[in-house]
């Protein structure tokens, strides 16, 4: 069965400081892999998704950049942090393709950071 | 206007009620739909596909209108474990992302 990991759970960091955050996924080849972020209150807004190993589609303008360097490895970094920043970080995955209604996303267990 | 609305709620509930969400869409050429649960300070969670003819689980039935561009969620005898934020999901460009609503808080009292 497909699993998708993403740590850490919980992140404090200072205003200005670097981010990385990872995103694994097993049991499956080739997948579409996505980072969202939710604000506090408000709904999922996309970053990034990914079609392939080095195809990266951003978007909104902003301080963050993603990587995929492996298959199943996505990654999300800022070389310095913004106190907007701050917010529920989560990474999805879904099947290329997914044309069949039953597909849709599996969310990894998300990352809470918190810019101070 | 929005790819997706919902209303944002809250609906309180007693438990054992029925309750419904509606969702509604811009693009016309939408796919695939879904219907996600969110609770507090988690990741969602897929709870149901909606298809064309309507789909039931359990308690849960999914509904959609293509005319009109909505999609439904009706919930029946309701649960305090039902309580949670529930999101539309419409994939209106092809199946490579799709499109979260903001979601509907259900909140299922005593």
């Known amino acids: 069965s497909q699993t998708i990991h993403q740590w850490p759970a919980t992140l404090v960091q200072p205003v200005g400081s670097p981010l990385s955050l990872e995103c694994t996924v097993e049991?499956?080849?080739?997948?579409?892999l996505y980072w969202y972020r939710q604000a506090a209150g408000r709904g999922l807004q996309l970053l990034f998704y990914?079609?392939?190993?080095?195809?990266i589609s951003s978007e909104v303008p902003q301080n963050l950049s993603a990587s995929r360097p492996q298959d199943r490895q996505f990654i999300l970094s800022s070389k310095k942090l913004l106190l907007s920043d701050s917010g529920f970080y989560l990474c999805?995955?879904?099947?290329?393709?997914?044309?069949?209604?039953?597909?849709?996303?599996?969310f990894g267990s998300g990352t809470r950071l918190t810019v101070v | 206007r929005k790819e997706v609305e919902q209303d944002p709620g809250p609906f309180n509930v007693p438990e054992g009620a029925t309750v419904a969400f509606n969702c509604t869409y811009s693009?016309?050429?939408?796919?695939?739909f879904f219907w996600y649960r969110q609770d507090c300070r988690k990741e969602p969670k897929l709870l149901m596909s909606?298809?064309?003819s309507g789909n039931e689980d359990g308690r849960f039935t999914a509904q959609l209108n293509r005319a009109s561009q909505y999609i439904s969620l009706l919930i029946r005898d309701s649960k305090l474990s039902d309580s949670a934020t529930y999101l539309c999901?419409?994939?209106?460009?092809?199946?490579?992302?799709?499109?979260f609503g903001t979601g509907t808080k259900l909140q299922v009292i005593p």
């Open positions: 999805a995955w879904s099947l290329v393709g997914g044309r069949t209604p039953n597909y849709g996303y599996t």
């Open positions: 049991g499956t080849s080739n997948p579409n």
């Open positions: 990914s079609v392939g190993i080095g195809q």
């Open positions: 693009n016309s050429a939408s796919q695939s």
């Open positions: 909606v298809y064309s």
């Open positions: 999901v419409v994939n209106p460009k092809g199946y490579q992302k799709v499109t």
